[in-house]
């Protein structure tokens, strides 16, 4: 009995494990494979979203991707009916938050 209670406890750490491992590399993964990386069309319809306008109203420009456990993280400078913003979003295997602008000079908050 005892024996057999050692060995359920040891596959269950072992599952465990390997499924925390997986969650860690699955958006290193996605990235490697382009599934879940956002395009510079993404990034104005989010925009657009953020600023309730049409895609065609922004102006995408010196985008930026950084590769990190938790996904991709875009940096970019979009224009809004002609007004400039700095703008970062975060992007995986799992879908695209909305971006996050701000006025040239402020600071950009945390991206999650």
Request: one cysteine or more; a positive charge; proline letters at 4%.
């Amino acid at each position: 009995m005892k024996s057999g209670y050692i060995v359920f406890r040891s596959v269950l750490i072992a599952v465990l494990v390997a499924q925390v491992s997986a969650c860690s590399f699955a958006p290193v993964v996605a990235q490697k494979l382009g599934v879940g990386t956002v395009d510079e069309k993404e990034v104005a319809e989010a925009t657009a979203k953020v600023f309730a306008v049409k895609p065609t109203d922004i102006s995408i420009a010196d985008m930026r991707k950084d590769n990190t456990l938790n996904g991709t993280q875009v940096f970019f400078a979009a224009t809004v009916r002609g007004k400039s913003y700095r703008c970062g979003m975060l992007s995986s295997f799992a879908g695209a938050t909305l971006p996050k602008c701000v006025k040239p000079g402020e600071a950009l908050p945390a991206l999650q």
